[in-house]
């Protein structure tokens, strides 16, 4: 059984977007989308540590246009 992650989104704002962008929000969507905001968390203080910080910037979270 995978363990349930700690919410970092709201679950609202979320909702409204998709709405906005003219479709309807399934079920799973919020959750799927909190476990890749822990996943972009997670790779960005990699990233920090690695460049040997301990603070996150933003060139740390990689996000392509």
Same mark, same amino acid.
């Given at each position: $059984? @995978?363990?349930e992650? /700690?919410?970092? =989104?709201?679950? +609202?704002?979320?909702?409204? @977007?998709i709405? *906005?962008? &003219?479709c309807n929000? &399934? &079920?799973d969507? =919020? /959750?799927?989308i909190? &476990?890749?905001? %822990?996943?972009? =968390? +997670?790779?960005?203080?990699?990233?920090a /540590? @690695?460049?040997g910080?301990?603070t996150v910037? @933003? %060139? *740390?979270v $990689?996000?392509? *246009?």
């Amino acid at each position: $059984m @995978a363990k349930e992650l /700690e919410t970092l =989104v709201v679950a +609202s704002k979320i909702k409204t @977007a998709i709405k *906005d962008a &003219g479709c309807n929000t &399934g &079920g799973d969507a =919020v /959750e799927a989308i909190n &476990g890749y905001v %822990h996943w972009l =968390v +997670s790779q960005a203080a990699k990233r920090a /540590e @690695a460049n040997g910080r301990k603070t996150v910037r @933003a %060139h *740390d979270v $990689m996000i392509a *246009d």
